[in-house]
């Protein structure tokens, strides 16, 4: 079995059989996540019987993922500390009038649906897998409409975060040697989950990017207490180009301050007051005709030296991560251009998806983490012995090379040059280089299987 089919192999479909077919199917996709599933499937009987295997009711997404989120939870046990990243990325069918189910984006002309994951992320940007999935459709003709102001958290779509961070806690109880952190973006930034989150000695921490200046319970706001405190730390990093941002240098200050928020008003419930930490790192001298670069953490945890505070932001960035994911799902596995009538049937297909971009990014951070770690911990015999032949054009040696040098022998695969200054493969080349390696094993499995033959 692949390392990749492992990870639900101990699947629980209702019936063996489709056990067998949803392993042998995440497999199929995993070797060709760029095509069709008829193309990843190579044939009408094959792709026939993956429909069939949508089209029953046991198949749904959270069974599909329950018993790789259970391989996650066993990953999650080897490390002191992991990140509890949730993100929305919005689906876009627009134009497939044959998928049945959907609901409008942004516009009523935008059809699609959205997606809500949790992903386990190590503080050193190690992706562990995927720890749950939350989708939903907006009903058709609620765009525009005036919502009730009043209206409980429960009636609203941001409670995915608190019902989020609710999940993570309950996790928290049985990884008693492993602490969690919560962490989501701005979005996330709601009084309920803070008041949800107590943060006893045996559950989840949380933090969270701040977009509103709260109001204090001694009074003032959360700005001005920010802005009257000492600087704590500076950092300076490199700030990569893309989405509408320059490649430059930012020099940020950090200030740190605990305070007690001041509850809001809820027509439903009476919210305490409550402590959190908020820390601001911002840019003051930003260059001529550039935004500065700013962020408000919220955290229930005390940070009391520039360690502590650049430990906190760090954590932050690693939800960098789930857009990394959210990019191989759309551009590697090209989710958005599947072909299923249905919704029922489109959501456990987006399961085994997440499963497959999962690996692929793991794959890319474990090899800078682990380089020197024998690549059969991650790859099946036939893998990295099809690739060592393809690509160094020599019989396999009887010692499994590094995972640092396999990767790179696959990433070449894909494009990757490995000159010293192109740093460490990136997912995009990864994956591509993954779909020909499949190729090769199956070349190598024939040629085997002839000669095998032939001696008989």
Known sequence: MSALAAEVHNIDLGDARRD????????????????????????????????????????????????HSACTVERMREHPRVLCIQDTSELDYTGKTD????????YDTRQGLYLHPTLAVTPDRLCLGVLDIYSWVREPGSLGQEKDPNRPLEQKESVRWVDGYQKVNELAESLTDTRLTYVSDREGDIYDLFVE?????????????????????????????????????????????????????????????????????????????????????????????????EWLLLTNLPVESAEQALEKLQWY??????????????????????????????????????????????LTMLGRECPEMPCDVVF??????????????????????????????????????????????????????????????????????IAAGGDG
């Open 20 to 67: 067998r077919r949803a392993q042998r199917m995440l497999g199929q996709l995993g070797d060709k996540p760029r095509e069709s599933i008829p193309s990843a499937c190579g044939g009408w009987t094959e792709t026939r019987a993956v429909y069939r295997l949508f089209d029953r009711a046991e198949v749904t997404a959270e069974r599909v993922l329950a018993p």
């Open 99 to 106: 998928i049945q189910g959907l609901g409008p984006l942004n």
């Open 197 to 293: 989150a107590p943060c006893p000695e045996a559950a989840a921490d949380w933090l969270v990017r701040g977009q509103y200046d709260r109001a204090l319970a001694a009074g003032g706001t959360l700005r001005r207490s920010l802005a009257e405190a000492p600087v704590l730390a500076e950092i300076t990093f490199e700030q990569p180009g893309g989405n509408g941002r320059t490649a430059r240098t930012v020099h940020q200050q950090i200030k740190v301050v605990r305070v007690v928020l001041k509850a809001p008003w809820r027509p439903d419930r009476v919210l305490p007051d409550t402590e959190v930490t908020a820390l601001l790192a911002t840019e003051p001298h930003p260059p001529a005709g550039e935004e500065p670069v």
């Open 317 to 362: 960035l690693c939800r960098w991560q789930i857009e990394i994911f959210f990019r191989i799902l759309k551009s590697g596995c090209r989710i958005e251009d599947l072909q299923l009538e249905k919704l029922e049937r489109l959501e456990p297909a987006l399961a085994f998806y997440m499963i497959i971009a999962w690996r692929v990014l793991f």
């Open 380 to 449: 099946e015999e036939a893998e990295w012995q099809a690739v060592y032949l393809v690509t160094q054009r020599q019989p396999p040696p009887d010692t499994p090379p590094s995972l640092d040098r396999m990767v790179r022998m696959i990433a070449g695969l894909g494009g990757f040059l490995d000159r010293k200054c192109d740093g460490f493969p990136g997912p995009q080349t990864l994956w591509i280089g993954l779909q020909r390696a499949a190729d090769f094993v199956l070349a190598l499995e024939a040629q085997r299987s």
